[in-house]
């Protein structure tokens, strides 16, 4: 029964293993040529699926998407862009991977701009307008984002960058000024940034960027302002600053992947690093440790270390395929020549719901191929058979060669029975009675018959058996045997 009950659990593991686990795979069509107009909000599905569950990376054509990507958010099945841009067309890859493959969904996004055909629409609405009358409603300016205009006082330290938005619509379509000051921005205070449709990029900040910056926005029904007041900081000589929440405390399924993201405002760019604490009798598991105050704690790799527009630099620690030994205390350590920082977060796994299957008796010895191990055992009791079986027929021979020695002599010189069987039997069986010592025995026992009145009879050695068959007359038939003796 257990031998049943174990291929039972080894058909299960088998079949379950490789039913359930492999690459991941494509859980739904897509269509892999996506378009979207300027200014609008673009989603990028990426339906996939496998067991363990895969890590997804998204690539633009072929540079990784990270979270240094003001516009750009990796979700967990999908990639999320904020308010597209011109030169956000291009080739988008997600690519799924986990330890038995990987999958590759393509996309090709098209970007719509409408300016430059609303631009030459409006122009010729406008000759239309000036000569046969307006030919549709006037509708003034509006801004379509209020909510994205909200931050109108913008801090940034040097270096930086900073973009300031104004997106906006109206009948006919509107055309936009941007303004420091309340003076016409010239390429000059301008500098590396690029003045585009609705949105104003400033880079590599300096002092002399500060000031007031308004959209005006207007057509022939009317126009709109929007003034942003832009702060240059001059950077300080100071230790890193940890910003925002993250890295925050964290549950994670049995075998599934998460992380914990680090972001530090530095001056210069700082050095991240991800501690975990090791439990209390653990650090015999590790390598090395470091000890800061009464806790040890374990040193882990460090991926790349990413800029952000904001002038902050940001770091993600993935863990994959979590166990029970991953939970803890993970701190996130950020320093300089200044000095250091560090926040802490805890990691909870949450136990595994599958069932335990029992142990399967493991072989012997992997070496040694199944005949082998069946054979030696089979082939030791072969050989102790046969053994004992020689044995037993060796026995019988003796004792039948005694027997017939004694039948050979006749009525009247029968001896009497012995505990041994005579030489002449089997030479083999006598081995331990000597010629001179069977000469000595067969004395003493004339000697014994003589005092019991018994006739003399010799030594004699049994040597052959011959019958004899004879036909008389009469027609009956005699038969008898020679026995031959040697004296």
């Not at 300027?38 to 895969?54: A, H, N, Y």
């Amino acid at each position: 029964m257990e031998l049943v009950w174990i291929v039972f659990v080894l058909f299960d593991i088998i079949f379950v293993t490789d039913c359930a686990r492999g690459p991941p795979r494509v859980s739904a069509k897509v269509a892999h040529r996506q378009a979207v107009r300027i200014g609008r909000t673009m989603k990028l599905q990426c339906p996939v699926e496998g067991d363990p569950p895969p890590l997804i990376m998204w690539t633009k054509d072929g540079r990784n998407i990270h979270s240094g990507w003001m516009r750009f958010r990796v979700l967990q099945n999908a990639l999320r862009i904020k308010e597209v841009e011109a030169d956000d067309a291009g080739t988008f890859i997600c690519k799924a991977t986990n330890g038995f493959g990987s999958v590759n969904i393509n996309y090709t996004l098209i970007v719509i701009d409408d300016s430059s055909s609303g631009r030459d629409g409006a122009g010729a609405a406008g000759d239309a307008e000036y000569s046969t009358g307006l030919p549709g409603k006037l509708v003034r300016p509006r801004f379509t984002q209020p909510a994205k205009m909200r931050k109108r006082v913008i801090a940034r330290p040097v270096g930086s960058s900073v973009r300031l938005k104004c997106t906006a619509s109206g009948n006919p379509r509107p055309d936009i000024v941007w303004l420091k000051d309340s003076r016409p921005l010239t390429p000059e205070e301008v500098g590396e940034g690029r003045k585009k449709k609705w949105t104003l990029s400033l880079k590599n900040l300096t002092p002399e960027h500060s000031g007031k910056y308004t959209c005006h926005v207007s057509n022939r029904a009317g126009e709109i302002n929007a003034t942003y007041k832009v702060e240059v900081i001059q950077r300080t000589n100071s230790k890193p600053i940890l910003t925002g929440t993250h890295p925050v405390n964290t549950t994670v399924d049995y075998g599934g992947t998460t992380s914990f993201q680090c972001k530090v405002r530095s001056d210069v760019k700082p050095v991240i690093q991800w501690l975990k604490r090791v439990e209390p009798g653990d650090e015999n598991k590790y390598n090395s440790t470091i000890e800061v105050g009464d806790h040890h704690f374990v040193v882990l790799p460090t991926g790349e270390v990413w800029s952000r527009p904001d002038g902050s630099y940001l770091n993600k620690l993935l863990i994959t395929r979590a166990k029970e030994e991953d939970a803890g205390m993970y701190i996130c350590l950020g320093a300089n020549t200044m000095g250091y920082s560090f926040r802490s977060a805890f990691l909870t796994v949450l136990p595994d719901n599958k069932p335990h299957l029992p142990p399967i008796p493991a072989v012997s010895s992997p070496g040694l191929p199944w005949p082998v191990i069946i054979g030696i055992p089979a082939g030791v009791v072969f050989i102790l058979g046969t053994i004992l079986l020689w044995f037993c027929q060796s026995k019988k021979h003796c004792s039948s060669g005694a027997m017939v020695s004694a039948q050979a002599l006749p009525n009247g010189h029968r001896q009497p029975p012995r505990e041994r069987p005579l030489p002449g039997a089997d030479k083999d069986c006598m081995a331990s009675m000597t010629y001179e010592e069977y000469l000595t025995q067969q004395q003493q026992q004339q000697q014994l018959l003589l005092a019991q009145g018994a006739p003399k009879v010799y030594p004699k050695i049994f040597t052959d058996i011959h019958t004899h068959t004879h036909s008389h007359v009469d027609g009956k038939v005699h038969q008898h045997q020679h026995i031959h003796y040697q004296c």
